[in-house]
């Protein structure tokens, strides 16, 4: 593997998540310098075969998720396979799973099987939800968990049918908070020399996730009013339709209000909206307001005249059109990597470091790819998988 320089460089990751929660935590590992080690059953992580793809089993999620990733097939129903995976884990920094606590214990990889031979390891349980909990066991996917954390709940006050988010977003935010905890873990082994064990659930982290602005009055006891954050979930929060499209603005602070009353509707300049918290109590009133104000011209027109303003708005753009961003492009945000099937145009790091910069690891492996090239340096003799 060639080797990085980023903030993670020399941390040796073995990886035995699937799908997206773990592999997008260990895919910044792996893009900020660490050595990661996938392991996979013969079959392949499913997320090989699941969206478009240059070959059978190297499907875009896939091929982006575990980009500069090795991969190693091992079977864990046979004593070989355990056997090398327990090689590896002795060697590793982090040990990271998606599997069901009673799944991963009854291969004898549970954290205390893992710490039995390797103390200052970080073992990192990526769950639907925690262990201390009566749903501990219960599957769960993105889609569940956007309903079970209030998400779809949000979406319904928002537009008024229940629905989930355009993305798969419990997945990803687990995701990174599996990545800022396991990290967290690595920082205290450096200063203590301690490992230990680090849960993630994904319920836990979207529960805390939506209720940032959603506690509300009901944060409080006595509760001083129900969860929610109005502005957040008025119908009259969206796109406002333009003369000739949509425009995204957010006429939001007292400056900025200030500002857009003086140079477009001089007759709001009184005593009903003056303040951020006047406006927050009448948040359906003023989105209803503007909306009809941005009716009458066009999309451009606004956006030069509220950025001239420093009032936030934004064109409506679609997914592929991110793929030709001037800023974007200037920050060097994609990242062209060849592979075996040709240059892939990999979204970066959103992270920028100064002194440790990471970068696009390599290409996403062949199923299989490197479990003799990993079998070699742990000794193993050829088949031993």
């Known amino acids: 593997m060639e080797s990085h320089t980023g903030p993670l460089s020399g941390v040796r990751v073995v990886d035995l998540t699937a799908m997206v929660m773990g592999p997008y935590c260990t895919q910044i590992m792996a893009d900020m310098g660490a050595d990661v080690v996938k392991i996979e059953p013969?079959?392949?992580?499913?997320?090989?075969?699941?969206s478009v793809g240059p070959e059978p089993g190297m499907a875009g999620v896939f091929v982006n998720v575990n980009?500069?990733?090795?991969?190693?097939?091992?079977?864990?129903?046979?004593?070989a396979g355990k056997a090398s995976l327990r090689a590896l884990?002795?060697?590793a920094d982090v040990v990271i799973h998606s599997m069901?606590?009673?799944?991963?214990?009854?291969?004898?990889?549970?954290?205390?099987?893992?710490?039995?031979?390797?103390?200052?390891?970080?073992?990192?349980?990526?769950?639907?939800?925690?262990?201390?909990?009566?749903?501990?066991d219960r599957t769960a996917y993105d889609d569940t968990i956007q309903a079970e954390c209030g998400l779809v709940s949000a979406q319904e006050r928002l537009t008024g049918r229940a629905a989930y988010v355009g993305t798969i977003l419990a997945d990803k935010v687990?995701?990174?908070?599996?990545?800022?905890?396991?990290?967290?873990?690595?920082f205290h082994r450096e200063r203590t020399g301690e490992g230990q064990e680090v849960e993630i659930g994904m319920f836990e982290t979207m529960a805390s996730f939506m209720l940032v602005e959603h506690a509300g009055g009901a944060l409080f006891s006595p509760a001083l009013g129900g969860a929610g954050y109005p502005r957040a979930v008025t119908p009259d929060r969206r796109p406002y339709r333009t003369k000739d499209g949509y425009l995204s603005a957010l006429v939001y602070n007292d400056k900025q209000w200030s500002a857009f009353v003086a140079a477009v509707r001089p007759e709001w300049a009184d005593a009903r909206f003056a303040t951020l918290e006047q406006r927050a109590r009448q948040i359906d009133t003023v989105y209803a307001l503007l909306g009809e104000t941005f009716a009458a011209r066009t999309t451009q027109e606004w956006l030069d005249l509220l950025r001239s303003l420093d009032i936030p708005a934004a064109p409506v753009r679609t997914l592929d059109e991110l793929f030709d961003n001037a800023h974007l492009d200037a920050v060097g945000f994609f990242?062209?990597?060849?592979?075996?099937?040709?240059?892939?145009?990999?979204?970066?790091?959103?992270?920028?470091?100064?002194?440790?910069?990471?970068?696009?690891?390599?290409?996403?492996?062949?199923?299989?790819?490197?479990?003799?090239?990993?079998?070699?340096?742990?000794g193993l003799v050829e088949g031993n998988q």
Do not use: Q
């Open 100 to 136: 069901r606590a009673t799944a991963i214990a009854r291969l004898g990889f549970s954290y205390a099987d893992v710490a039995a031979v390797n103390p200052s390891v970080v073992y990192t349980n990526c769950y639907g939800y925690g262990r201390r909990g009566p749903e501990a």
């Open 89 to 91: 884990v002795a060697r």
């Open 42 to 50: 013969p079959s392949g992580d499913n997320t090989r075969y699941i």
């Open 67 to 79: 980009r500069g990733k090795r991969s190693v097939v091992l079977d864990l129903r046979t004593e």
């Open 335 to 378: 990242e062209t990597v060849d592979t075996p099937n040709g240059p892939v145009r990999f979204p970066g790091s959103p992270a920028w470091f100064s002194r440790s910069p990471g970068r696009v690891a390599g290409p996403a492996p062949r199923l299989g790819a490197h479990t003799e090239e990993v079998a070699a340096e742990l």
């Open 174 to 186: 687990a995701g990174l908070t599996a990545l800022y905890a396991t990290t967290m873990a690595l």
